[in-house]
């Protein structure tokens, strides 16, 4: 089965500098989802796209932001970093969410210093 | 507050014994996830559990749903250095409609000689 693909594989930046994640889809699967784990947090759900549209965020500030393009790729931005947002995101993606387990990317490795 | 919890959280087992990871859930969902981590990678889809009663068994690991208690286990039989990595259990309490899975903070295992 074709993977998940996420990139940068690892992103280095300071406090106050913006970020941009990058996911790519998968033929068929039009629902994209984000998830933050961070040291000690477990996975937490940050946000979901599907068909170009904003369905569901977490518990997250708004400087946390996404959007899914037509061919259903998918971009994770955050602005204004803070060290608290060190952390891997992970993507992943699912073509029926209602049974089909969702199937994750490598993630992105977030370093803040 | 919806809560997924895992126990134990680390567990040290030697190759050849049997132990069993428990996955304790506050709401009703009738669909539970279990994901396996391996350090640094991604989370890898073991089992989805549908129903109450349900029960799947994959070589060495076999996982099971009680939606009444909201309880999952996974038993690992006759353990192998291979099965080391960090195991979670998910729920899905909206029956798909939020997008988002609920996970616990994960079960480090590992499986020594």
Redesign the interface.
């Known amino acids: 089965e074709a993977g998940?693909t996420q990139s940068p594989t690892h992103l280095i930046k300071t406090r106050g500098q913006q970020a941009t994640l990058r996911c790519s889809p998968i033929s068929g699967h039009t629902?994209v989802?984000w998830y933050q784990q961070a040291l000690g947090?477990?996975?937490?759900?940050l946000l979901?796209y599907?068909e170009g549209e904003e369905?569901?965020r977490?518990n997250f500030p708004p400087r946390f932001s996404g959007r899914q393009f037509p061919n259903y790729s998918s971009e994770l931005n955050v602005n204004a970093l803070e060290l608290e947002d060190s952390a891997l995101y992970?993507c992943a993606r699912s073509l029926v969410?209602?049974?089909c387990?969702?199937?994750?990317?490598?993630?992105t490795r977030l370093s803040i210093l | 507050e919806l809560k997924v919890e895992q126990n134990p959280l680390f567990l040290s087992m030697q190759e050849g014994k049997n132990y069993t990871i428990y996955c304790n859930y506050s709401t009703t969902s009738d669909r539970l996830y279990w994901y396996r981590q391996d350090p640094g990678k991604s989370l890898e889809s073991l089992f989805v559990l549908l129903s109450n009663g349900a029960v799947k068994q994959e070589g060495r690991l076999m996982a099971s749903l009680d939606t009444k208690a909201r309880l999952s286990t996974l038993h690992i039989t006759a353990a192998v250095h291979d099965l080391s990595a960090t195991y979670f259990c998910a729920v899905d309490p909206y029956g798909g409609s939020q997008g988002n899975l609920i996970f616990g903070k994960g079960t480090k295992l590992s499986v020594k000689p």
């Open positions: 998940v629902s989802y947090l477990g996975l937490q759900f979901w599907d369905r569901n977490g992970l969410e209602v049974i387990p969702q199937h994750f990317g490598e993630g």
